[in-house]
């Protein structure tokens, strides 16, 4: 069974500063994907960055990158430069592409507040 | 381009009443999903529809759950009769392609009392 952690139920950046979001997995699968969505006070989630397990490179999306660490089944989110507009929630979400799985197992979520 | 839209925003009911949440996802986009998320636990994944057709319910609760997307645009989602432990935040999804990254909605927020 695929297992999305996200171990920071809070985090604090000051604005212009770099900050990381943790997200661990767990599957058993070789071929899956990896998401990042944020969610604004307003409701939506809003996607901001795709990592597929085959992928040699680290995504990267304008300030957003992810670190991904195969071995260790960690798909960090690190935001650089923050704004006080990342203040939202951020949730790491998992895809098993090998069984065709359409669905998304999502974590817990971190709220990000960026202080001015 | 307008994105996924759902309706209402937030809806109160009493315990045993129904409740019909509306998904309008971003036009063209054949695929469709539904989640949930229960206060203080992670997102949940209800649905998939494929057009019109349920590719995969294997996230539904229980019966009294049922979805529909006639002519596979729009979709509901019919909660009958509501329990207190449906209260949370429905999300609805929409993407061009499988596998692809999704357009989330804004949510509803379903309470029930």
């Known amino acids: 069974a695929q297992k999305i952690t996200q171990t920071q139920p809070g985090m604090f950046v000051q604005e212009k500063e770099a900050v990381t979001l943790d997200c661990t997995y767990d599957?058993?699968?070789?071929?899956?994907?990896l998401f990042w969505y944020k969610q604004p006070s307003s409701g939506e989630m809003i996607f901001l960055i795709y990592?597929?397990?085959?992928?040699?490179q680290n995504a990267t999306e304008g300030r957003y990158s992810l670190n991904f660490q195969k071995a260790r089944k960690s798909a960090n989110l690190v935001i650089s430069a923050s704004q006080l507009g990342d203040s939202a929630m951020y949730f790491c979400?998992?895809?098993?592409?090998?069984?065709?799985?359409?669905?998304?197992?999502f974590g817990t979520g971190t709220r990000l507040t960026v202080i001015p | 381009e307008a994105g996924v839209t759902q309706f209402p925003s937030h809806s109160v009911i009493e315990k045993g009443q129904t409740v019909t949440l509306r998904c309008d996802p971003i036009?063209?986009?054949?695929?469709l999903y539904w989640y949930r998320r229960v206060m203080g636990k992670e997102i949940k994944f209800l649905l998939h529809?494929?057009?019109?057709?349920?590719?995969?319910e294997s996230g539904m609760p229980n019966n009294r759950f049922l979805a529909e997307r006639t002519g596979g645009t729009y979709s509901t989602l019919k909660v009958q009769p509501a329990e207190l432990e449906d209260s949370g935040v429905y999300f609805c999804?929409?993407?061009?392609?499988?596998?692809?990254?999704?357009?989330f909605g804004q949510g509803t927020r379903l309470t029930v009392v």
């Open positions: 599957t058993s699968d070789q071929s899956y994907g």
């Open positions: 979400a998992m895809r098993d592409l090998q069984r065709g799985a359409n669905n998304l197992f």
């Open positions: 999804a929409s993407s061009q392609e499988q596998g692809a990254g999704a357009f």
């Open positions: 036009s063209g986009h054949d695929n």
């Open positions: 529809f494929v057009k019109e057709s349920k590719q995969d």
């Open positions: 990592q597929g397990s085959y992928d040699e």
